[in-house]
């Protein structure tokens, strides 16, 4: 009895007692969230142009915050290191495309993902070659302050580096959602996405794309590294905390960019209310480590397509 | 009404193989400029695998093929599509995610000179561009009357007119050579007559050339200028439709005896 009222009923009343408290956990779990909707975005975008799961997407981002990161130390400017960075990101796509995947072109799924595989441990490894394997923080002014919200309901404390990071993550996706509607290589990209034969009876050269779309997938990466890295600093557990993308993409379908953003937000926020209502009470913590795990595992069994996936269908 | 025009498009001694498997052998024939050439043959005949060839999905084995006088090797279909060769599918391959109106834009793809990033950025060149291939996309889109669906994605719209926008697509790219996989498979009689009647205005009002493999004899034989039949991989016969239709080893192998 006692468990199922802390169950059912006692997180409620907590929430409805405290309705500050609540609003601080929700605000904490979506701006986490916007962290790992940017890393699912990248997985998105390439699988949905090229049908490939990049499994080093996680590791784009430690590699590109380790080259920023590093870059600072050395004394480039902020913006300089961003824009070098962004092209060692394009660099690196043209280097996938020519040295990877073309080799490997119409072989099946199973061999270009067991091929990012191998792309992630020579990343892993050659960043921490070049940079170190130091946690390094990083310092591009992004204040971090506790900011006091008065609301009717109480004090609601919110840092300032989440809110710059969710104003940032926000301004990217719709970045993104522009360019993927109204521009032509935008168009071009969701042709390719969308039929391949078809693509390229129009004209539309399949490899320049697969460039394209590895090298937005690098300048995704890198916001996301720089914002990861302001608030962990920049570490090697990057990569792992990158996997959380997994229950994400699985949550808001593979093939949606939208599903990427909003399957963040629900894992982020999930994860948080479970661990604090539930969570901590009934198990102790540490609950953040596999909540989305078993969340996906669960949308797996009912909706394996996500929430906004294409519908599997198979005509017989 | 032939209109004997220059050769366009010349196929000599194709062959193609998978494997084992012989889909083409030592196919040859002419597409002539203004015209409008048919393949036809039963099913497996090698009809899709010519139109494969011809934009380059597939590279025969042996033999040649010449485009405006140019022979070529190997050519990638996005090449193919520069040259000016457009064409539809079988089974519609269309962009199912957007709507007609980007669909028929893609169409325009090769047209573009903006570079990557005013594209990108929509900036001058770019944004100058996209208007003047809108322009040309509307009258495409006028001209096969779809303008009430330009802003539905095509996934909704039904088969006939999914066909239409497919079509719409290859002729906003302005071919010199329109290949049209089926464009009538799966239709009703009254969207036969519609398809008919754009394919129609398309080589006379366009002065498009066209190649299309169909399975309807009414149609292929009120259509086409001059027709040749495939059977097994290999030409069984080339002509225009009142030779075809009096043609003794095509009657036996494709249409069948008449029991009137």
């Known amino acids: 009895m006692e468990t199922l009222y802390l169950i059912f009923i006692d997180p409620f009343v907590q929430m409805a007692i405290e309705p500050a408290f609540l609003a601080e956990v929700l605000i904490g779990g979506l701006m986490s969230g916007v962290m790992y909707s940017l890393v699912a975005l990248g997985f998105v975008l390439i699988f949905k142009a090229s049908g490939i799961f990049n499994f080093a997407q996680g590791v784009f981002v430690l590699f590109a915050a380790l080259n920023f990161v590093g870059l600072m130390d050395l004394g480039v400017h902020p913006i300089l ?54 946690v390094r923080p990083v310092r591009v002014g992004i204040p971090d302050t506790a900011l006091f919200w008065e609301t009717g309901f109480g004090e609601i404390l919110v840092l300032s580096s989440d809110l710059f990071a969710g104003v940032i993550a926000a ?15 935008g168009r071009a990209l969701r042709a390719v996405a969308d039929d391949h034969q078809a693509a390229l009876s129009v004209g539309i050269p399949l490899n320049n794309i697969w460039v394209i779309v590895w090298a937005v997938a690098g300048f995704v990466a890198l916001v996301a590294g720089i914002m990861w890295g302001a608030k962990l600093g920049v570490q090697f557990a990057l990569s792992t905390i990158a996997l959380k993308a997994l229950p994400v993409l699985i949550l808001g379908g593979f093939t949606s960019i939208p599903g990427a953003i909003i399957g963040g937000l629900i894992v982020g926020a999930g994860e948080k209310l479970f661990e604090n209502y539930w969570g ?37 | 009404m032939t209109r004997p025009g220059n050769i366009l498009l010349g196929v000599k001694d194709i062959s193609l193989r998978f494997g084992g498997v012989r889909a083409l052998t030592d196919v040859s024939f002419d597409i002539h400029e203004g015209e409008i050439f ?3 043959g039963p099913n497996g005949a090698g009809k899709s695998s010519m139109l494969n060839c011809i934009n380059g999905f597939y590279h025969p084995q042996e033999g040649t093929i010449t485009f405006r006088g140019q022979q070529r090797r190997r050519m990638r279909p996005y090449e193919a599509a520069a040259q000016g060769i457009s064409r539809t599918f079988q089974n519609i391959a269309l962009f199912r995610g957007m709507t007609t109106l980007e669909n028929v834009m893609t169409g325009r793809m090769l047209k573009m000179q903006a570079s990557f990033v005013e594209q990108a950025l929509y900036l001058g060149r770019g944004k100058r561009e ?35 926008v497919e079509l719409a697509r290859a002729l906003a790219a302005e071919p010199e050579l329109l290949l049209l996989d089926e464009p009538m498979a799966g239709m009703n009689v009254e969207e036969k007559e519609d398809m008919c009647r754009f394919v129609l205005s398309t080589n006379h009002e ?24 495939l059977d097994y991989g290999k030409k069984l016969a080339e002509g225009t439709p009142d030779e075809i239709r009096g043609n003794q080893e095509v009657i036996d192998a494709y249409l069948g005896v008449s029991h009137d």
């Open chain 2, 130 to 164: 996209e208007v003047a291939h809108r322009e040309k996309v509307e009258e495409v889109i006028d001209f096969l009357e779809i303008q009430s669906i330009r802003k539905t994605p095509v996934g909704r719209l039904p088969y006939g007119l999914q066909k239409r």
């Open chain 1, 81 to 134: 290191a961003f824009i070098i960075t962004l092209g060692i990101m394009t660099a690196l796509a043209f280097a996938v495309d020519r040295l990877v995947l073309r080799p490997l072109v119409n072989q099946n799924p199973i061999i270009l993902f067991m091929a990012t595989i191998g792309i992630a441990f020579f990343l892993e490894g050659f960043g921490e070659s070049i940079w170190g394997g130091d």
């Open chain 2, 38 to 40: 048919a393949i036809i």
């Open chain 2, 206 to 229: 366009l002065g498009t050339t066209i190649a299309l493999i169909e399975h309807d004899m009414g149609v292929v034989m009120d259509l086409s200028d001059r027709v040749v039949v």
């Open chain 1, 280 to 316: 901590l009470p009934l198990l102790g913590g540490a609950t953040e480590e596999w909540f989305a795990y078993i969340v996906a595992m669960i949308f797996l069994f009912f909706r394996p397509q996500g929430l906004f996936g294409e519908k599997i269908i198979e005509r017989v």
């Open chain 1, 171 to 185: 301004f990217l996706v719709t970045v993104l959602a522009l360019f993927f509607h109204f521009t032509p290589v």
